[in-house]
């Protein structure tokens, strides 16, 4: 509900003399500045422009029912969201009809909020429903779901001061604190480091208390403005948020108007505490270049502080000759928006119609409220795995705010399913040569949270936790210290697992605190014998690899793996193909600057993460995983989707070929020629084994080089081979053949009840009497 401010209307001396216009035709209404502010647009030309661009009014308007801002609408920020939508106000008073009519809206409104409390009590009790339902509707089939209409006009996208799509020369302020609270900190959602007064606060602080201060952006083109989201000050030591504001509209920067309710200056509701982004609509989208927030008023105990984002589209202008038209984004022609439940099981299951014969879509669990955990597998034999042939997974959504992995896992179904079809060889060569398993969303509960509230909506958090409030990426068994404190206490460490460690008794327990997601993942890993694997995230550009979790608990320190070099190679294979992390002109994220350490860093130097997916992935599994933060923003609006798979593309595909490096075979009985499986698979001056899949066959990444390798099995003898690791992308055979052991052999025979054979019987004569010779040699 809209609230009425009593204000002064306090604006800059130079708004005075500015003079605006008003054109009206039938469903159009726009505000127009007065040609003194647009030297390159004449009003007919800026009228033409606007009216053919948008309708601000009437029941498909941004505004209407059914408009991208009303309640049925289908795009931009709002989303599922009308409670996070401020309108304006005028800074008039309010009459005593105004407060009667005020007075019955209170009791509407009592009246629904009584009705939203009966239904907040009933929503425990429908997650048992809900759970049954999903599974109903999912086996119901997708033609029979009712389409959402995804071809209603979306609203302006960001201008992307969240996405660092605007450049910090085009923010301007008033006045600020000091440089780390400086104008271009005034981006949503950007965090803040631990300590306040360094150069990376949490957001734009003007020096004065005052309704003079206001932040400016430069949207270089000019645009048609529709809208301000805010949010506070991000900082665990300072409360600071607006509260109340109006915007400012120039063409030239010098020249200002303020945006207008009816006859007043409007007055645009902020925020009540730092964190929830809160969006403002401009009555009547505006065509400018530049815009203003102007605070009017602040919380009590803080002082003038904000995050922005500003919502317009460029407008095209004739005369515009010092810029190129805005970037196409993707040639590929994919379906880039974001996809809920029902829409990424219809996109999944369009790609298996696509290509039937390399496609197949699969379950590994559920989540808490019943939503399936589905599985695209691609390979030229799905459904099987090849002897040979490599295992390969993406996971993405394991925070479901952190939607933009999701859309690139889908995106990427999509590619390799059409260029398999065009006869792309080098998409052709991976789908023949690697079974890849993609995992869209980890966490659907939390990603339909964040969906609803809409991109710009969700800040920082919402969505990223289970629906039972568990974080994911901290929910796997802690492997690490169990080995740690496994080769402390031992006298000879060499004798101590480094690999397959065994999940913990305390883990497996019914009243664990482990998420049925997380549950699923784990057995999902059990299963299939994965070589390589990535789980994306967002909110910063880097790629992390393990260890993860830090010695001591130690909050920040470099913690390698005995294949930290591998490791390194595969962060810097990704990060040097990424558009946007090989740009040496981005401005950090935040606060740290991954750039100095080539965009990628060891996880327990960024931060100590105990539980994480990646670490246990390499403790109890051969797979190798790391960890890929996407963007800045954690859920990037849908208009952004294409230029990030282009960012994205190259390293997504060059990341998974590596599963094709170091060396592989098959380690087999020497007698049957059967593969055996859980052989292990040491390699000289690497303190971390791997085991053999079921058929025998393994894969052990490594770097080029010569490398001497053993093999053992329980009952036979080990065997030795020098394997070389060239520089090309394939990987090496190494096989094994294996010997049975005289014991193993005679076990086997007694178990079957049969005949000892006479060779057997001589090697086992052998063998006692070389015991019997050693023990005498050492008894003198």
């Given at each position: 509900m809209a609230q009425t401010h009593n204000t002064h209307a306090e604006t800059h001396n130079n708004n005075n003399n500015n003079n605006t216009t008003t054109t009206t035709t039938t469903a159009h209404t726009y505000l127009i500045f007065n040609t003194s502010l647009s030297p390159t647009l004449t009003p007919t030309e800026s009228v033409s422009v606007d009216l053919q661009e948008t309708r601000t009014h009437g029941p498909d308007g941004p505004h209407g029912p059914d408009g991208p801002h009303g309640p049925g609408g289908a795009g931009g920020p709002t989303r599922g969201t009308p409670t996070a939508v401020t309108t304006p106000t005028s800074a008039k008073a309010p009459t005593g009809t105004d407060r009667e009519e005020t007075t019955a809206k209170d009791r509407e409104e009592t009246t629904e909020k009584k009705e939203e409390e009966k239904n907040r009590k009933e929503e425990t009790t429908e997650i048992k429903k809900k759970e049954k339902k999903n599974s109903k509707e999912e086996e119901e089939s997708d033609d029979d779901d009712e389409e959402e209409d995804e071809t209603k006009h979306l609203d302006c996208p960001p201008l992307g001061l969240e996405s660092l799509r605007v450049d910090d020369s085009q923010m301007q302020a008033s006045s600020y604190q000091r440089t780390g609270l400086g104008p271009h900190r005034g981006r949503l959602n950007i965090q803040s480091g631990i300590e306040d007064g360094d150069l990376y606060d949490g957001a734009w602080c003007a020096e004065f208390k005052d309704r003079h201060q206001w932040?400016?952006?430069?949207?270089?083109?000019?645009?048609?403005?529709?809208?301000?989201?805010?949010?506070?000050?991000?900082?665990?030591?300072?409360?600071?948020?607006?509260?109340?504001?109006?915007?400012?509209?120039?063409?030239?920067?010098?020249?200002?108007?303020?945006?207008?309710?009816?006859?007043?200056?409007?007055?645009?509701?902020?925020?009540?505490?730092?964190?929830?982004?809160?969006?403002?609509?401009?009555?009547?989208?505006?065509?400018?270049?530049?815009?203003?927030?102007?605070?009017?008023?602040?919380?009590?105990?803080?002082?003038?502080?904000?995050?922005?984002?500003?919502?317009?589209?460029?407008?095209?202008?004739?005369?515009?000759?010092?810029?190129?038209?805005e970037e196409q984004g993707s040639r590929d022609g994919l379906d880039f928006r974001h996809h809920n439940y029902k829409e990424m099981r219809k996109l999944m299951k369009s790609v298996t119609e696509e290509c039937p014969d390399i496609t197949r879509i699969y379950t590994i669990g559920k989540s808490y409220t019943g939503l399936k955990l589905y599985v695209m597998e691609i390979s030229d034999n799905p459904g099987k795995h090849e002897l040979g042939e490599p295992e390969f997974r993406y996971v993405a959504g394991m925070h479901g705010n952190e939607a933009l992995g999701r859309e690139l896992v889908l995106t990427l179904m999509q590619y390799l399913c059409r260029q398999y079809k065009k006869g792309n060889q080098r998409i052709v060569r991976l789908v023949k040569e690697t079974r890849i398993h993609l995992l869209p969303s980890m966490n659907p509960d939390g990603y339909e949270v964040a969906y609803e509230k809409g991109s710009e909506l969700a800040g920082w958090a919402d969505g990223r936790y289970s629906f039972e409030?568990?974080?994911?990426?901290?929910?796997?068994?802690?492997?690490?210290?169990?080995?740690?404190?496994?080769?402390?206490?031992?006298?000879?460490?060499s004798k101590v697992s480094n690999h397959y460690i065994p999940i913990p008794e305390y883990y497996t327990q019914e009243d664990a605190t482990v998420a049925p997601e997380t549950r699923a993942v784990i057995s999902w890993m059990q299963d299939i014998p994965f070589v390589l694997s990535a789980n994306l995230h967002g909110g910063e550009v880097v790629v992390t690899y393990p260890f993860d979790c830090t010695r001591d608990w130690a909050p920040q320190e470099d913690t390698p793996t005995a294949d930290n070099a591998f490791f390194r190679w595969l962060a810097t294979v990704y990060a040097s193909t990424n558009l946007m992390m090989v740009n040496p002109d981005r401005r950090i994220c935040h606060y740290e600057d991954f750039q100095s350490h080539n965009n990628i860093i060891n996880g327990g130097a960024w931060h100590t993460v105990p539980g994480s997916m990646n670490d246990f992935?390499?403790?109890?599994?051969?797979?190798?995983?790391?960890?890929?933060?996407?963007?800045?923003?954690?859920?990037?609006?849908?208009?952004?989707?294409?230029?990030?798979?282009?960012?994205?593309?190259?390293?997504?595909?060059?990341?998974?070929?590596?599963?094709?490096?170091?060396?592989?075979?098959?380690?087999?009985?020497?007698?049957?020629?059967?593969?055996?499986?859980?052989?292990?698979?040491?390699?000289?001056?690497?303190?971390?084994?791997?085991?053999?899949?079921?058929?025998?066959?393994?894969?052990?990444?490594?770097?080029?080089?010569?490398?001497?390798?053993?093999?053992?099995?329980?009952?036979?003898?080990?065997?030795?081979?020098?394997?070389?690791?060239?520089?090309?992308?394939?990987?090496?055979?190494c096989d094994f053949t294996l010997t049975k052991t005289p014991i193993q052999r005679l076990k086997e025979i007694r178990a079957k009840g049969g005949k000892i054979p006479q060779d057997l019987q001589l090697r086992l004569r052998a063998l006692r009497l070389r015991k019997l010779r050693s023990r005498l040699w050492n008894s003198f």
């Open positions: 932040l400016e952006v430069d949207a270089i083109h000019l645009t048609r403005f529709t809208g301000v989201i805010l949010q506070g000050r991000n900082s665990i030591w300072s409360w600071d948020w607006v509260q109340t504001y109006k915007v400012q509209l120039s063409n030239d920067s010098i020249s200002w108007k303020t945006c207008m309710n009816g006859t007043q200056e409007a007055i645009f509701e902020g925020n009540q505490g730092p964190e929830t982004p809160v969006l403002g609509l401009l009555p009547v989208p505006t065509v400018a270049r530049f815009i203003r927030i102007n605070p009017q008023t602040w919380y009590s105990n803080g002082t003038i502080c904000l995050r922005a984002e500003i919502l317009g589209c460029r407008v095209h202008d004739p005369d515009d000759v010092f810029y190129p038209e409030g568990i974080d994911l990426n901290h929910n796997f068994p802690d492997l690490n210290n169990i080995m740690w404190d496994s080769q402390e206490a031992a006298a000879d460490k992935s390499y403790l109890h599994t051969n797979c190798f995983e790391v960890t890929v933060e996407l963007s800045c923003d954690k859920f990037p609006h849908a208009s952004e989707l294409p230029f990030e798979w282009e960012n994205n593309k190259e390293s997504l595909l060059v990341y998974m070929e590596q599963v094709h490096r170091g060396i592989k075979g098959v380690v087999r009985d020497k007698l049957t020629r059967k593969g055996i499986p859980d052989a292990i698979i040491k390699v000289e001056d690497h303190d971390h084994d791997i085991r053999s899949a079921a058929d025998g066959d393994y894969w052990r990444l490594l770097n080029p080089g010569e490398y001497k390798v053993v093999v053992w099995a329980e009952g036979y003898f080990p065997s030795m081979r020098r394997c070389n690791v060239g520089l090309e992308p394939h990987a090496t055979v």
